[in-house]
């Protein structure tokens, strides 16, 4: 793909987000491809005429790219990308970098928790619109394709100063001791007890032993959701929590007793959590998670650590710039219409 002449966005669109286990254990509506193709036309029509001349889509073997831009007619151009081949969220990750490297001002990522992980992980910095189509949608956000196509097309091209109509999310660092091995999370790392990584997402909960959260709010579904019944952080509040499951976590920790809550773990599922151990976490302090075990990262097992072996876990603030769409759309509103004198003389 050539470096971009003039504005441009960049969409990713990940075809397996909202089609996983959980969705099948928890009774859950899968997301379909006709669905996320819908979005995809949506948000290319909002881009350009947020003032992107350039849409670059990523591909993959389901072609949603070719299938949403077809008899698609905008003023500018539309690009669907080579796959990349993996069918993982390593298509996603390799897609924000390279859109990175094309010069693209803002991207669009369509999918779940995992899908804006793998976003961040090939673009940390990236200037984001994330769409919830996932099975856990934490940390995207519902909003029309349109409008969100319209602010990062508004941000890309300058009609919306990025510095006024972003801010800058948390994400999670995680480092293994031994391989020195370095990935991210957006939402919540958690240790499994388990010897195996089989289903990437998680959804038998009695094996889950801590968990890291950078986000925690009440409104969640998913793993971030228990922490969120004991210790609520909010996406703009700084640092994040840790809490531990299980009794044997707790007499491990010496806690005095454990607390039990329910959460909403999946769509449309609560469970019964002991939580044994909870503590507050400050910017770049950190945890560490030693094996035997799995690390998932926002809900998908990733890291396998085996007995002995140590990963430390941090919540730092330096992760993407999240565009608001509607403060965006405003800021290319008012420069678009200036109105402000003659609203100000009535």
Request: charged letters at 20%; a neutral charge; aromatic letters at 4%.
């Amino acid at each position: 793909m050539s470096e971009a002449v003039g504005p441009a966005v960049g969409i990713v669109a990940n075809p397996l987000a909202g089609k996983d286990v959980r969705r099948l254990t928890s009774g859950a509506t899968p997301v379909s491809d006709a669905v996320k193709i819908g979005a995809i036309r949506r948000a290319v029509v909002g881009a350009i005429e947020g003032g992107a001349d350039r849409v670059l889509i990523s591909g993959d073997r389901a072609r949603l790219g070719e299938r949403a831009s077809a008899g698609l007619e905008v003023p500018g151009t539309v690009e669907v990308a080579e796959p990349h081949g993996w069918h993982t969220g390593r298509d996603s990750q390799l897609a924000a970098a390279q859109f990175r490297d094309a010069g693209v001002g803002a991207i669009i990522a369509l999918g779940g928790d995992g899908t804006q992980r793998d976003v961040a992980t090939g673009w940390r910095a990236v200037p984001l619109v994330p769409l919830a189509v996932g099975t856990n949608n934490v940390f995207p956000f519902q909003a029309e394709a349109t409008v969100a196509g319209f602010a990062a097309g508004a941000v890309a091209s300058g009609r919306a100063d990025a510095t006024e109509v972003t801010s800058q999310a948390k994400i999670i660092d995680v480092t293994t001791e031994r391989t020195q091995r370095s990935e991210v999370a957006l939402v919540d790392v958690c240790l499994v007890r388990s010897a195996f990584v089989g289903a990437r997402a998680i959804w038998d909960l009695g094996s889950v032993s801590e968990i890291v959260a950078a986000i925690a709010e009440p409104d969640s579904v998913g793993l971030s959701a228990i922490a969120a019944a004991v210790a609520p952080v909010g996406r703009r509040e700084a640092g994040g929590v840790h809490v531990g499951l299980g009794c044997g976590l707790r007499n491990a920790r010496g806690s005095q007793g454990s607390r039990a809550i329910r959460a909403a773990v999946m769509p449309g599922s609560y469970a019964d959590i002991d939580i044994a151990h909870c503590e507050q976490l400050h910017f770049g302090q950190p945890v560490t998670l030693a094996g035997p075990g799995v690390l998932t990262l926002d809900g998908e097992r990733e890291i396998v650590l085996g007995r002995g072996e140590r990963a430390h876990v941090t919540v730092n603030p330096d992760g993407p710039h999240v565009i608001d769409p509607g403060a965006a759309v405003a800021a290319a509103q008012r420069r678009r219409y200036p109105f402000g004198s003659a609203a100000a003389g009535r």
